[in-house]
């Protein structure tokens, strides 16, 4: 009797081990993919890509690029802001959404450009032309980042030369602005009247 008690509290305290225990999400044979992803992830991945119409792969195509020029933390703060958003009610999504949309859109080229001049007017006036800013079109607001491009020029010419001597010297470099061969690249040629 003794052994037959010994080997049942045994049994049990295995058994309530093993529920204990963390459980893996994935066998442990499994392969990962080179970018993490198991293969029947980057299988859905792709099929509900293929399944998007035209119009919604090019926001998401427009969307990637934005994230790509993201900076790590900005991309953990999205993140981490994009998940508490999968358990809020719709219209908490919809305005955290369109907050995220524009955060994107301040971390773009003409938006580091605008920000560079704000930041060069007094509080008042950089309020007033943020708000003109936001009512103008988007060929407006494209002449009007040329125009601040091409103001700021020289400035951002300085800017890159300090930035790549600091590279050179092995010093943290801080987030870049605007560079010249940015600004030819990223700008798309003037409206025609």
């Not at 029947?40 to 998007?52: A, M, T, V, Y």
């Not at 926001?59 to 508490?84: H, M, N, T, W, Y």
């Not at 080229?109 to 060069?120: C, E, Q, S, T, W």
């Amino acid at each position: 009797m003794k052994k037959l008690t010994i080997f049942f509290l045994f049994t049990v305290s295995i058994l309530y081990a093993a529920e204990e225990a963390p459980r893996q999400e994935k066998p442990p044979g499994m392969p990962k993919s080179r970018n993490g992803e198991s293969p029947l992830e980057e299988i859905q991945s792709i099929r509900k890509i293929l399944e998007l119409p035209p119009e919604r792969l090019s926001r998401l195509r427009g969307f990637i690029q934005q994230v790509e020029k993201l900076s790590p933390d900005d991309r953990r703060d999205i993140a981490q802001r994009l998940e508490a958003l999968e358990k809020a009610s719709p219209s908490e999504r919809r305005q955290g959404l369109k907050e995220i949309r524009e955060k994107l859109m301040r971390a773009s080229f003409g938006a580091r450009i605008f920000d560079y001049h704000l930041k060069k007017l007094p509080p008042a006036e950089a309020k007033q032309q943020r708000e003109a800013f936001e009512k103008l079109s988007p060929d407006e607001k494209k002449a009007l980042i040329r125009e601040l491009a091409e103001k700021y020029k020289s400035e951002f010419e300085t800017l890159r030369k300090k930035r790549r001597e600091q590279e050179n010297q092995g010093q943290e470099v801080p987030h870049p602005k605007p560079l010249p061969e940015e600004m030819s690249e990223s700008l798309p040629p003037p409206p025609e009247a």
